[in-house]
């Protein structure tokens, strides 16, 4: 499988690793839509929450207490963030593996 996330969890494409544990991995967005923009994505290859199952529960509830702590430690807890996941086409999702946009440091607009 050619995935861009995997390769980016197995160490073989270059990035600045945020935070790592034996689930998930974060990294900055190469294209940020923000000041801080970071991906939040587990290890495991899931394409999409239309793959979630109940098996899966226990690590989105980690993705995003990471997300919480990721936002703390980059000092928007504060100001304010948004956490988000993109899904299928209409979403505009780009990468078929599982990630959680972190997304502050200054206004962020949007439909929501
Ligand atoms: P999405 O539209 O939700 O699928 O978002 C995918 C995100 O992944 C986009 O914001 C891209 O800028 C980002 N992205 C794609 N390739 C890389 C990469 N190699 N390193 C970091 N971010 C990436």
Redesign the pocket.
């Known amino acids: 499988m050619n995935c861009?996330f995997c390769s980016?969890a197995q160490k073989k494409?270059p990035?600045e690793i945020i935070y790592e544990d034996d689930q998930m991995i974060a990294?900055?967005?190469?294209?940020p839509?923000a000041p801080v923009?970071i991906?939040i994505i587990p290890k495991e290859h899931i394409a999409s929450l239309n793959d979630l199952n109940e098996s899966n529960s226990s690590l989105l509830g980690k993705l995003i207490l990471q997300a919480k702590n990721l936002a703390r430690q980059q000092g928007i807890a504060k100001s304010g963030y948004k956490l988000?996941f993109?899904c299928g086409k209409d979403?505009?999702?780009?990468?078929n593996h599982i990630?959680l946009?972190l997304l502050g440091g200054g206004p962020l607009g949007g439909i929501i």
Do not use: E
């Open positions: 861009i980016i494409s990035t990294f900055r967005d190469i294209n839509k923009h991906l988000i993109n979403a505009g999702q780009l990468v990630h946009h």
